[in-house]
Nanobody, 113 residues
Framework: VQLVESGGGLVQAGGSLTLSCAAS????????MGWYRQAPGKEREMVAL???????NYADSVKGRFAISGDNAKNTVTLQMNSLNSEDTAVYYC????????WGQGTQVTVSS
């Protein structure tokens, strides 16, 4: 199973970005998918998760600004990020639990002030 991410990049503060992730190489639907991030010098932290029943979970720091959506049948997840600020600068990793934990290679998001 591979997780392929897309959508990172450079954006000005207050702007928006959309991250997408697709899991390939399996016919098993995800139990949970989502995004973690890791800023320089910090530990990896959960950003947003969506479960197979559609329930979502967000870090307090992104509530009201980020929105996660997913397609359980297609094993895809999208993270819409709005009102970005410098604290959102990090490498964002796609996460999936499909029989066991999977990680994407990471995509850089840089927010310039």
């Amino acid at each position: 199973v591979q997780l392929v991410e897309s959508g990172g990049g450079l954006v000005q503060a207050g702007g928006s970005l959309t991250l997408s992730c697709a899991a390939s190489g399996t016919t098993i639907s995800f139990t949970q998918m989502g995004w973690y991030r890791q800023a320089p010098g910090k530990e990896r932290e959960m950003v947003a998760l969506i479960s197979s029943d559609g329930s979502t979970n967000y870090a307090d720091s992104v509530k009201g600004r980020f929105a996660i959506s997913g397609d359980n049948a297609k094993n895809t997840v999208t993270l819409q990020m709005n009102s970005l600020n410098s604290e959102d600068t990090a490498v964002y990793y796609c996460y999936a639990y499909i029989r066991w934990t999977r990680w994407g290679q990471g995509t850089q998001v840089t927010v310039s002030s």
